[in-house]
Each structure stands twice: as structure tokens, then as C-alpha cells.
């Protein structure tokens, strides 16, 4: 008996260096997930190991404003001056087939797609304390001083919508964050509101 068809979006948010795509990569290690990773497209110059299409798609900013006009876009915003935004047709393909689609994007996009797509699951994530996500910037090497600084005080602004997520989860340890993620997933799959109409159907004998 299958309830759900409709895979569930998964927008993760949280400040730079709590540990986002840590956590997905063990969410993404649980057996028998049904998971896809929505992969993002920015102006940012690849970091050191990162690949084209695998992390993120690297454009200009001409193409990037191309697929603004274009309308190929879910949401996009401007995060310490570059571009970052999320391909539409991807996600509208693997949630129909019934996927669990992640998406890890920055507060204003995630309020973009609160707008568009509200059956949406939101997750905020936050480090165990303040210090923490500073160290945790600083010994990731791939930031200069000053970027660091302007995506520190990006955190602080960050925090302030957290209030406007579903749930917050604490990255204390990347086991455990993605443990509740998944737990949460689960959870949200069975609410009332997604499976009733199904459900119904299936008691009613229609299906
Ligand atoms: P980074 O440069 O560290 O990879 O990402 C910077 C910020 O941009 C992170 O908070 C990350 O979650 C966010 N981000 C990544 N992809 C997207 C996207 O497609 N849209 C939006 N709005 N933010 C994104």
C-alpha cells in the first residue's frame, strides 16, 4: 500500500560552515532513501575539489540572468555578491516520480519557495553554539578573511528568520542532525494533510 506519490521537497537552510552538505552526505548514506540532490547553479568560482554539475552548475552572470528571464528558476537571490539559484524543471521531474528532493539554499530563496511551493518541508539548521560555526569557517581554509567575516554576519541576519522554518535542528553531530532530518521526513510524510485524500480513496475501495 503506498500512500504518497508525490515525492516531498526538503529545503535545508542554515549559516555558511554549519555543516549543510555534511549532513546531507549522511542523510544521502541511509539505506534504501529515496533521496535526489538538488543541484544549484551560481556565479561563485568552484572551490578546490568542487565539480561542475555535481556541486553546483558554474555560470556567468549573463548566463545566470538568462535563466532568470528565462524563468528557469524556482527561486534565486544574491548571497556576499554572487548569484545562486535553483533549477525548476529538476525538481518538478523528481518530485513526480515520487523522489525526496533536497534543496540547501540561503533564507531568502527558502522564503521564495515558501511562496510557491507551501507543502514544502523546512529545516533550519543551527551549530551547537556561535563559536563553533566561527571555527569551523576558519579551519575550512577556503574562505578569505574577509569573506569569512561578511558570511559570519550573513549568519547573524539568518538567524533571525529561523523563526520562520518548520523545524530547527541542532548540527551537534552530523550523525545525529541527519538522524532527526530523516525522522522529520518520515513524520511529514504521514501528516494528515498530504495522505488523507489517498487514504480516503484506498477505504472508499477506488484505488
Ligand atoms: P556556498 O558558497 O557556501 O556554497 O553557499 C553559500 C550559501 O548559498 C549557502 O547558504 C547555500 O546554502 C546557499 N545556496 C546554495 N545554493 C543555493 C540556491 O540555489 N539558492 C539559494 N537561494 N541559496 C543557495
Redesign the pocket.
Known sequence: MKLNERGLLVVM?GP?GVG?GTIRKALFRIPDNNFTYSV???T?KPRPGEVDGVDYFFVSRSEFEANIRAGRLL???E?VGEY???PLSFIEQKLSEGKEVI????V??ALQVREKMPDAVFVFIVPPSKKALEERLISRGTEDAKIIQQRLEKAEREYNLAYKYDYIVVNDDVGNAADRIYAIIRAEHAKTERSIQKYTKLMEGKE
Do not use: C, H, L
Open positions: 537552510s555558511s549543510k544549484s547553479m551560481t561563485r527561486e534565486y537571490a548571497f545562486y539559484g535553483t534543496i540547501e539554499i540561503e531568502q530563496g
